[in-house]
T-cell receptor, first 112, second 113 residues
Framework: ETGVTQSPTHLIKTRGQQVTLRCSSQ?????VSWYQQALGQGPQFIFQ???????GRGNFPPRFSGLQFPNYSSELNVNALELDDSALYLC???????????FGDGTRLSIL | AQSVTQPDIHITVSEGASLELRCNYS??????LFWYVQSPGQGLQLLLK??????LVQGIKGFEAEFKRSQSSFNLRKPSVHWSDAAEYFC???????????FGAGTTVTVRA
């Protein structure tokens, strides 16, 4: 069984740039959720994708957007990067929107 | 709105001693409850989950948790801690018809020899 994989592992960007993070879901899972984890805090829900459509969204601005592909993999896009966007971005997949979520190792994004 | 409180920011325990991590939740409907563990630089690993039924649930790595509806609590326990249990532990709440997990701020566990 292949787990959740995320790429890249680390990324450094400057303010105002755009970034795309990628996630491959665990086999058999059709739902992907994205979380932002700032240093020393718990993960905060960004949004969830189910059947290639956004299924719910947390308190994040529209410059955070995403996609889900037919193979259930997903992308998180962030435009106009700000210093506060520096965080660990976690992807989780599940067998359905309410199923137990299994997390990848995350992408560490640093904004200079 | 759902929320999770983990009252203990940091716990230090001796190897071989017992461990209990506290979690209190606020949720309007029947909650699904989870405990995750995060080692430095890594993602979250699911330790155990409660959906319904028996209020004492067993998880991986020798952990267990007890759901107490009257106290809105879901405390995590381990009878004998190993040095490899040093990590950050997160409690989370969700629901079958909800799309998100709400996490607590986490408890850091340090294990001393």
């Amino acid at each position: 069984e292949t787990g959740v994989t995320q790429s890249p592992t680390h990324l450094i960007k400057t303010r105002g740039q755009q970034v795309t993070l990628r996630c491959s879901s665990q086999s058999g899972h059709n739902t992907v959720s994205w979380y932002q984890q700032a240093l020393g805090q718990g993960p905060q829900f960004i949004f969830q994708y189910y059947r290639e459509e956004e299924n719910g969204r947390g308190n994040f601005p529209p410059r955070f957007s995403g996609l889900q592909f037919p193979n259930y993999s997903s992308e998180l896009n962030v435009n106009a990067l700000e210093l506060d966007d520096s965080a660990l971005y976690l992807c989780a997949s599940s067998a359905g929107p309410g199923g137990p979520q299994h997390f990848g190792d995350g992408t560490r994004l640093s904004i200079l | 709105a759902q929320s999770v409180t983990q009252p203990d920011i940091h716990i230090t325990v001796s190897e071989g001693a017992s461990l209990e991590l506290r979690c209190n939740y606020s949720y309007g409907a029947t909650p699904y409850l989870f405990w995750y563990v995060q080692s430095p630089g890594q993602g979250l690993q699911l330790l155990l989950k409660y959906f319904s039924g028996d209020t004492l649930v067993q998880g991986i790595k020798g952990f267990e948790a007890e759901f107490k509806r009257s106290q809105s609590s879901f405390n995590l326990r381990k009878p004998s801690v190993h040095w490899s249990d040093a990590a950050e532990y997160f409690c989370a709440v969700g629901a079958m018809d909800d799309y998100k997990l709400s996490f607590g701020a986490g408890t850091t566990v340090t294990v001393r020899a």
